[in-house]
């Protein structure tokens, strides 16, 4: 809880800065690689979590992997979160950054998942039914594969879930035969 707290406190920060220079497509654009790069690399993350290491050798491992693939100002800010020990949050600074963006810009992040590829016109379909109740947002699509879910499909709005996948029918087909 501390920790989410803190991270938002620094991603929050890190907004300001960037939408007062002008560049916060660009961060976001570097929180989201930060995001992608903690995800796929174990030996980020071990640096990242080691105390031993010191923070201006962790400014420097920073300096060797993003300079030249990140503004100025994401590459000082992660100085700056590491030389005040908080280099473990980072993830979930980027992560927390992205979701603040996407408020700011109005973006709203849309899971739709699916045991199969759904076709354009079924997508348009599903899409518009959203886009009829988030009207003024722009929607940014995430499509998932999980054939768990044995047909039909699921709908992710933030925190909110719209179940019509056949697994979800059957679960609740046994729970009224049971009850």
Do not use: W
């Not at 600074?93 to 709203?108: R, S």
Request: proline fraction near 1%; charge should be negative.
């Amino acid at each position: 809880m501390k920790g989410s707290i803190i991270a938002t406190r620094y991603a929050k920060s890190l907004l300001d800065l960037s939408l007062e220079k002008n560049i916060s497509d660009k961060v976001n654009n570097d929180m989201i690689q930060l995001s992608e790069i903690c995800a796929s690399s174990t030996d980020l993350l071990s640096v990242l979590n080691n105390p031993t290491i010191n923070a201006t050798k962790k400014s420097e491992i920073f300096s060797a992997i993003f300079n030249g693939k990140v503004v100025k100002e994401t590459l000082d800010f992660m100085n700056l979160v590491a030389t005040n020990s908080r280099e473990s949050l980072l993830p979930i600074i980027a992560q927390t950054f992205t979701k603040l963006y996407n408020t700011h810009n109005n973006i709203l992040e849309v899971e739709l998942i699916s045991t199969i590829v759904l076709d354009e016109a079924t997508k348009s379909k599903i899409l518009d039914k959203v886009k009829a109740n988030y009207e003024g947002s722009t929607i940014q699509l995430t499509e998932i594969i999980d054939e768990s879910i044995l047909g039909g499909f699921i709908v992710k709005i933030g925190d909110m879930q719209i179940d019509s996948s056949v697994a979800s029918q059957l679960s609740n087909l046994k729970n009224v035969l049971l009850n």
